[in-house]
């Protein structure tokens, strides 16, 4: 049978697997008020990746400023990129949070439906 995972990389890298809401939320308000990781990484940013044993990954990137980036991919080890990374900008925290709350449900289909940049 085929397990799905849910893995969180805080901005300081440290992996949260099976993040509960109020962990993803913290995350979230550490990118949004500008802490940071290490200190020579730059701006930090926070990754919410979920995927299956055996085969399809998506992850979700939150950077500072809001910049979002969605890739989806064959494998965990990212070797196929099955579309062109999507972005978008999201200036609310919380909009950032349900946008999580897609991936924690592994809602690809409104995932995709979102309003992404164009070109991408």
């Given amino acids: 049978m085929t397990q799905a995972w849910l893995v969180l990389t805080r901005p300081d890298g440290r992996d949260v697997a099976a993040p ?4 993803m939320a913290a995350a979230l308000a550490d990118v949004y008020s500008g802490k940071m990781g290490d200190p020579d990484d730059g701006p930090g940013s926070a990754v919410l990746r979920f995927g299956y044993d055996d085969g399809l990954m998506y992850e979700m990137e ?7 980036r969605f890739a989806e991919w064959s494998d965990r ?3 196929i990129a099955l579309a062109a990374p ?3 900008t999201v200036a609310r925290q919380a909009d950032a949070l349900q946008l999580w709350r897609l991936m924690a449900q592994r809602q690809v289909a409104k995932i995709r ?3 992404w940049l164009s070109g991408d």
Avoid: K, W
């Fill in 62 to 68: 939150v950077a500072a400023g809001g910049a979002v």
């Fill in 77 to 79: 080890d990212c070797e």
């Fill in 113 to 115: 439906s979102q309003p």
């Fill in 86 to 88: 999507r972005t978008m």
């Fill in 20 to 23: 509960s809401e109020a962990q």
